[in-house]
């Protein structure tokens, strides 16, 4: 249930980021997004495990580091970045804890005056345990807004999978919800 609500959610954050290109020419006076930044973000993480008879599930906080590059190209900006986050969600019965979560990142959206709409996606990989490790995927979107030509304040939604985990049959989900400032160079 939690699965396809998050997935509707992605789903909604892109056809909203769709709809709004098609409607409405990007403004004249609208900031420019070229260039390098660096930031950190924090927020929510939900780190939810399905084995063979059942799953386990449970949230704490997540946060991190950010870097990357925008190209601005008129109404549309793309880009590339990496992210780190760092946290501490233990599942009940100690059966695993997600402790370091990574992120290569592609992302590409629309421009609204000084803000960015965007949809993102990419590689992640999961450290379990500060031992584990395992590579997923991950989807997602978010809104970031310049408050000024070096400064952006924004916030992201990502949804990860990771599926037969190290080699077992454990398939696991994290989701994001975070806040982010980043400084624009």
Do not use: C
Not at 112 to 136: C, E, F, M, P, S
Not at 166 to 171: D, F, L, Q, R, V
């Amino acid at each position: 249930m939690r699965r396809a609500i998050l997935i509707n959610t992605s789903i909604l954050l892109t056809a909203a980021a769709i709809t709004i290109t098609t409607a409405a020419p990007a403004l004249a006076q609208s900031a420019d997004w070229t260039g390098a930044y660096i930031g950190g973000e924090v927020g929510l993480g939900t780190f939810d495990v399905n084995v063979p008879g059942g799953s386990v599930d449970n949230s704490d906080i997540i946060g991190g580091l950010v870097a990357g590059y925008d190209l601005d190209l008129g109404a549309w900006v793309i880009g590339a970045g990496i992210d780190v986050d760092f946290s501490n969600i233990d599942l009940p019965g100690s059966i695993a804890s997600l402790d370091q979560l990574y992120r290569l990142k592609l992302r590409g959206g629309y421009k609204i005056g000084n803000g960015l709409l965007y949809a993102t996606g990419g590689y992640a990989n999961a450290v379990l345990g500060h031992a584990r490790d395992d590579d997923g995927y991950f989807i997602g979107g978010g809104y970031e807004y310049l408050t000024q030509s070096n400064f952006s304040i924004g916030g992201e939604v990502l949804y990860h999978q990771f599926d037969n985990f190290s080699g077992t049959s454990a398939n696991f989900n994290v989701v994001t919800y975070q806040i982010r400032g980043t400084f624009r160079f």
